[in-house]
């Protein structure tokens, strides 16, 4: 698709979870592949957290070969000048809706316009679950014009669409994993002493957990020392309530009994990587996240994004009956309870030590997780799927 251009959509609902996913995409496409991008974000505060050089007080603007454009109700309005800049810009060869964010209007119109039609997907979000391989590349013919939307799914599996992964990833992940003083060097510039005999080493990325204040207490209590790297976000409230304060802030740290807190500044992604290669166990939140946490293989627990209806645990054990699947037994067993508990369903207290007496096992079987997921790449899927369709 070389010289081709696309235009990625993203309305940012979560925080980060969503602008994460098509950053991650938009960057692979137009680094890795030559694709001319432009990334159409609602929310340039929150992606700004992602991309430091990102200014959001500019409506047009270019970061790392991908040209950045805020998504307004103004930017494709009837009057006559955002029509003509969408008319000077053109409808781009495909097209990726996010997560079903609804395109507006006009330029949906502006594709059913253009010859030859743009090809249109809509990328959904990720799941283990079995139904996704039958609902991977359907169409969806749009009821009034003549244009054919095409859902492209995340996945696990060969019938999928993969997982997002950068060409030289792995690669990187195993020069650092292997190098001792670069990791030293990594934890001095966090500021994070050297570790000290049988120190456990945990990220700590959450959403707001009922379960959180009890797994600070076990690690409190616990005769191993635990020390937790925690990002600012959703969950420091939290922490810091445990420790006896009413906030917390970047460059804090926080011990009592056997745990030490070290609160990290938000961080970009690329950085985010180095500190889940870094950690032993790593505590992940929503989706990518999640996938980045898999090609760190390390063992990580995940925080799936709560639902009212209880459908995101059912989204929960597909993905663990699928990443614990050669396991023995007992091993599965205890990967499940601290899922559920880290989730709201189990008693964390219990489901904790038989969890971390496995870590062992569990980075061995993470690393042949990643290699087995590496053969599915996300980016060149939808590609393939593209020159099928142009």
């Not at 959403?207 to 009890?214: L, Q, S």
Request: glycine content about 6%.
């Amino acid at each position: 698709m070389r010289n081709n251009s696309c235009d990625i959509f993203c309305a940012v609902v979560d925080n980060y979870g969503d602008i994460g996913v098509c950053w991650r995409l938009a960057r692979q496409l137009a680094n890795e592949h030559g694709v001319s991008v432009r990334l159409w974000v609602d929310d340039l505060r929150s992606f700004g957290k992602l991309c430091l050089e990102l200014d959001a007080e500019l409506d047009e603007q270019r970061c790392r070969g991908v040209e950045v454009l805020k998504w307004d109700a103004d930017s494709f309005s009837p009057h006559p000048q955002p029509l003509s800049r969408l008319r000077a810009r053109g409808v781009a060869d495909l097209v990726i809706e996010a997560f079903a964010c609804r395109l507006p209007q006009s330029y949906v119109e502006a594709m059913a316009a253009r010859e030859p039609k743009p090809v249109w997907l809509n990328l959904e979000y990720l799941s283990a679950e079995e139904w996704v391989e039958g609902c991977h590349k359907l169409a969806s013919p749009h009821p009034t014009l003549p244009l054919t939307k095409y859902f492209f799914f995340p996945g696990f599996t060969e019938k999928t669409g993969g997982l997002l992964l950068e060409r030289d990833l792995l690669e990187r992940r195993d020069a650092f994993q292997s190098d001792g003083l670069a990791q030293e060097k990594y934890w001095r510039s966090l500021g994070v002493p050297e570790r000290v005999a049988g120190e456990l080493r945990v990220s700590m990325f959450s959403y707001e957990n009922e379960a959180m204040e009890e797994l600070l207490r076990v690690w409190a209590r616990g005769t191993q020392p635990v020390t937790t790297l925690l990002p600012e976000g959703r969950s420091l409230p939290q922490v810091a309530a445990f420790f006896g304060h009413a906030a917390g802030q970047a460059g804090d740290t926080w011990q009592r009994g056997k745990l030490r807190v070290h609160v990290l500044p938000f961080v970009e992604q690329e950085c985010y990587d180095e500190l889940l290669w870094a950690c032993d166990v790593n505590f992940v939140r929503g989706e990518d996240s999640c996938v980045r946490a898999q090609w760190a293989a390390k063992p990580f627990i995940w925080h799936i994004y709560p639902q009212h209806d209880g459908v995101h645990l059912e989204k929960l054990e597909a993905l663990r009956v699928r990443y614990t699947e050669g396991l023995q037994s007992e091993i599965a067993q205890a990967v499940g309870d601290l899922w559920l508990a880290w989730n709201g369903g189990q008693d964390i207290a219990l489901a904790w030590p038989r969890f971390v007496t496995q870590c062992e096992v569990l980075k061995a079987h993470g690393a042949e997780w990643a290699r087995r997921l590496a053969a599915n790449n996300l980016a060149l899927n939808l590609l393939d799927f593209y020159r099928q369709l142009a």
